[in-house]
C-alpha cells in the first residue's frame, strides 16, 4: 500500500505482550521500531494517516476487547485491520 501510494511507511512492533520475534523478521525484516508498554495506547498514539493493526483472527467471544479492535478505537486517525489467511501462512511455514 505505501509503495502504491508513494507514501512512507514507519513499521512498529508492540512488546506488551506474547510477540513471535521469528515471525515479526520474517514480515518486516530488520528494520521496525518497538513500543514497550501498553499496545493499545503505545499504537493508538502513534501520529500518522493511516495506522495498519495485525490481527490474530479470533473468533467468538475471544476477540472483545482484542488489542487490534481497541486500537481502531483509540487511535486518532483512520485504522486498517488486516485479518486473514495471509499471516496464518506465514506462521504456518514457520511451524512446518
Same mark, same amino acid.
Given at each position: 500500500? #505505501?509503495? $502504491? =501510494?508513494? /507514501?512512507?511507511? /514507519? @513499521? &512498529? ?5 506474547? +510477540? ?5 523478521? &520474517? ?5 521496525? %521500531?518497538? *513500543? ?5 495506547? /503505545?499504537l #493508538? #498514539? ?6 495498519? +493493526?495485525?490481527? $490474530?483472527?479470533l473468533h467468538?467471544?475471544? @476477540? ?5 479492535? $481497541? +486500537?481502531?478505537?483509540?487511535?486518532? *486517525?483512520?485504522?486498517? &485491520?488486516?485479518?486473514? @489467511? #495471509?499471516?496464518? $501462512?506465514?506462521?504456518? %511455514?514457520? =511451524?512446518?
Amino acid at each position: 500500500m #505505501a509503495r $502504491r =501510494f508513494d /507514501a512512507g511507511l /514507519a @513499521p &512498529i512492533v508492540a512488546t506488551g505482550g506474547d +510477540v513471535d520475534e521469528r515471525l515479526v523478521a &520474517i514480515i518486516l525484516g530488520e528494520h521496525y %521500531e518497538q *513500543c514497550h508498554g501498553d499496545s493499545v495506547a /503505545a499504537l #493508538a #498514539a502513534w501520529e500518522s494517516d493511516l495506522l495498519v +493493526v495485525g490481527s $490474530r483472527g479470533l473468533h467468538g467471544l475471544k @476477540p472483545l476487547g482484542s488489542v487490534s479492535e $481497541r +486500537v481502531a478505537d483509540e487511535a486518532s *486517525c483512520s485504522t486498517l &485491520i488486516v485479518r486473514g @489467511p #495471509a499471516w496464518q $501462512r506465514v506462521r504456518e %511455514e514457520l =511451524f512446518r
